[in-house]
């Protein structure tokens, strides 16, 4: 936790050093934050700019507390994984390691720190569900499915496409025999009643104001043509956006560690069920998302990915 800490300082200083002029997303909070309101732009939901404007109420309007509020996102949501990975992996080595192996990726480890707002709260708060997710799995107290709750509202208040993670994860877990056991649906209810909660305001505010999700999905990823070339540019697309978004890290660990991609053995899976299980979820939730994405290819003729769009699909890549 010390070594993330030291990155994120080190990012820090070496922003505040080279350059006190924002970026688009930098500049877009420091013009929405001078006001509190339930909603923006419907195009990004405002918990970044909620959070914009309480540390800039509490420490005031200037470049570098936006620039330090952005990094102590990154860190919180670094140690969540970190935390995570002690769950799944029970290892502490073995943690950081999979923590750290964002960093090789241009995604995570270089976009933030020249660019980007919405996408670094994103990052985070994934990371937080994969935490709460895997708290739910390993103890099952309602305290865990009410916060993993909490986290899914905060993480589609962050971005809309947070609850692609979510339906995925949740999918995987049910479809894995040993941990769909150990689920209590009334606790579950109780995770839905809080997200729900809390996303009402906000949701409240956009269908006053006639917004529809589909329309904007529609115009983001350009879905607006149709036939086979079309669905053929959006798989193409989509499978770029993936192999681009793991690359570094992907390469590197192929490389290195290229037995580890064969399928375990029956006596490992005897010895280490949870391992087994475990790999089993992680590597579900990653083909629902993909699934899901690609079905707005099949269904909507979307034709345009970008690799900053697959952070709630790859997020367990590294686990």
């Given at each position: 936790i010390l070594l993330l800490l030291r990155y994120c300082l080190a990012h820090l200083a070496t922003r505040l050093a080279l350059s006190p002029v924002f970026s688009l997303d930098?500049?877009?909070?420091?013009?929405?934050?001078?006001?509190?309101?339930?909603?923006?732009?419907?195009?990004?939901?405002?918990?970044?700019t909620w959070i914009t404007w309480t540390t800039q109420y509490l420490f005031g309007l200037s470049g570098g507390v936006l620039f330090a509020m952005k990094y102590v996102v990154m860190f919180l949501g670094f140690v969540a994984l970190f935390e995570a990975g002690r769950i799944v992996l029970r290892d502490n080595a073995l943690a950081a390691c999979a923590t750290f192996a964002f960093m090789m990726t241009f995604t995570v480890g270089y976009y933030p720190h020249v660019d980007l707002?919405?996408?670094?709260?994103?990052?985070?708060?994934?990371?937080?569900?994969?935490?709460?997710?895997?708290?739910?799995?390993?103890?099952?107290?309602?305290?865990?499915y009410a916060l993993f709750g909490a986290v899914t509202a905060a993480g589609i208040l962050a971005k809309y496409i947070f609850g692609v993670f979510t339906v995925a994860a949740i999918?995987?877990?049910?479809?894995?025999?040993?941990?769909?056991?150990?689920?209590?649906?009334?606790?579950?209810?109780?995770?839905?009643?809080?997200?729900?909660?809390?996303?009402?305001?906000?949701?409240?505010?956009?269908?006053?104001?006639?917004?529809?999700?589909?329309?904007?999905?529609?115009?983001?990823?350009?879905?607006?043509?149709?036939?086979?070339?079309?669905?053929?540019?959006?798989?193409?697309?989509?499978?770029?956006?993936?192999?681009?978004?793991?690359?570094?890290?992907?390469?590197?660990?192929?490389?290195?560690?290229?037995?580890?991609?064969?399928?375990?053995?029956p006596d490992r899976e005897v010895a280490d069920a949870d391992a087994v299980a475990w790999s089993r979820v992680l590597g579900l939730t990653m083909a629902f998302g993909i699934a899901m994405m690609f079905g707005s290819v099949l269904i909507m003729g979307a034709s345009e990915f970008k690799a900053r769009w697959m952070h709630q699909i790859l997020v367990t890549l590294p686990l």
């Open positions: 930098e500049a877009e909070q420091m013009l929405f934050a001078q006001d509190l309101s339930l909603g923006y732009r419907f195009r990004h939901p405002p918990l970044i707002m919405h996408t670094v709260l994103l990052m985070s708060l994934l990371c937080a569900a994969v935490l709460m997710l895997a708290r739910v799995v390993a103890y099952g107290r309602w305290s865990d999918a995987a877990v049910l479809l894995t025999p040993a941990f769909r056991l150990r689920l209590d649906w009334r606790y579950g209810l109780l995770a839905l009643v809080v997200a729900l909660a809390l996303l009402a305001p906000y949701a409240w505010w956009a269908m006053t104001l006639d917004y529809s999700l589909t329309e904007l999905a529609s115009t983001v990823t350009k879905s607006d043509a149709s036939g086979l070339s079309a669905r053929l540019e959006g798989t193409a697309s989509l499978a770029l956006s993936l192999l681009e978004f793991s690359l570094p890290f992907l390469a590197v660990f192929v490389a290195i560690f290229a037995p580890a991609l064969l399928p375990a053995t």
